[in-house]
């Protein structure tokens, strides 16, 4: 047997060594980049562009400019007030989440030892529960025979059941508690990132923690800010499993008005329509967030 015909080593690792050299680190032609990407723009086009695509067309009904669809959404009373209560609602859920988010995600990046993982666990288990099964929840909880009208009607402070259920309260309170961790991750990872030196830095100059906090941690978290409002506010603005659980016909939503178009009317053109309506105003809502998160970074920078 001729062994001089066997590969050694140093030729399988010749060959990959020219490959590295002829390929600069972190530096990729636009030949291997376009085919490198081709997976994710077919797979992008497939599953995001070519549907959003096909509900705009379909939204304009049988003639290429009919905006009959856009007419009866824009002047009838009944749809612009489940438009303007679905935006209401998911800012009210966005601010709300964003109030009691934060102070948690700053205890979860200062937490350390045993703490911190019980915080991270009160954060991490309700998102490893089904939305269902929290909705659920909330009705036991809200129902006039549930716990907190119990509660309320033993301790005196009532004197009958109160409707807590299928009202906007009841959506807005059940929302917040599902969406609240997509703020508190965003930020926590944003104060993480902080380095301490920041903070050593601003009390050595004769800051307060108080003033340290609003002009040092609080412009660094904003990123983290800007990613939990975002990703709260396009999540409940098409929710439609809390609101119509714990909502009801009572409180309808855009995204429970489109499935009843879809299901009960069948009116497909006009479900598109209300789809792209609320497509448009979560894109006008990122580039409203993006446009006052670069100004207060800023006016932060120049203050």
């Not at 601010?95 to 915080?119: C, D, E, H, Q």
């Not at 993480?192 to 609003?214: H, K, M, Q, V, W």
């Not at 609101?243 to 309808?252: H, K, N």
Request: net charge positive; charged share 10%.
């Amino acid at each position: 047997m001729d062994m001089s015909a066997a590969p050694t080593p140093g030729r399988l690792i010749r060959p990959a060594l020219r490959l590295r050299a002829a390929i600069p680190a972190g530096r990729y032609g636009p030949i291997l980049t376009l085919v490198l990407l081709m997976p994710l723009m077919v797979l992008f086009s497939i599953g995001f562009l070519y549907p959003i695509a096909r509900l705009v067309i379909m939204s304009f009904g049988e003639a290429a400019a009919d905006l009959e669809q856009y007419r009866r959404i824009f002047t009838t009373p009944l749809y612009l007030g489940v438009l303007s209560r679905t935006i209401s609602t998911a800012a009210i859920v966005t601010l709300l989440s964003l109030m009691f988010g934060y102070p948690v995600a700053l205890a979860m990046s200062k937490a350390r030892g045993r703490l911190a993982l019980v915080i991270a666990a009160a954060v991490l288990v309700p998102l490893w529960t089904s939305v269902l099964v929290r909705s659920y929840a909330w009705i036991v909880l809200l129902q006039r025979s549930g716990l907190v009208n119990a509660f309320l009607v033993e301790s005196g402070f009532i004197a009958a059941p109160l409707k807590l259920l299928y009202t906007d309260g009841a959506v807005i309170l059940a929302m917040t508690h599902v969406l609240m961790p997509f703020m508190i991750l965003p930020i926590a990872n944003a104060l993480r990132s902080i380095s301490p030196d920041y903070a050593l830095a601003a009390r050595s100059l004769g800051a307060g923690t108080l003033a340290t906090f609003l002009r040092v941690v609080l412009p660094l978290s904003l990123p983290g800010v800007f990613a939990g409002c975002v990703m709260c506010f396009i999540l409940a603005i098409g929710f439609y499993i809390t609101p119509a659980l714990v909502g009801g016909p009572e409180a309808m939503t855009m995204a429970t008005l489109i499935a009843q178009q879809t299901t009960v009317v069948l009116d497909w053109p006009f479900a598109a329509a209300l789809s792209s309506v609320l497509l448009l105003v979560t894109l006008l809502f990122v580039l409203v967030f993006r446009r006052a998160l670069s100004v207060s970074k800023g006016i932060n920078s120049v203050a």
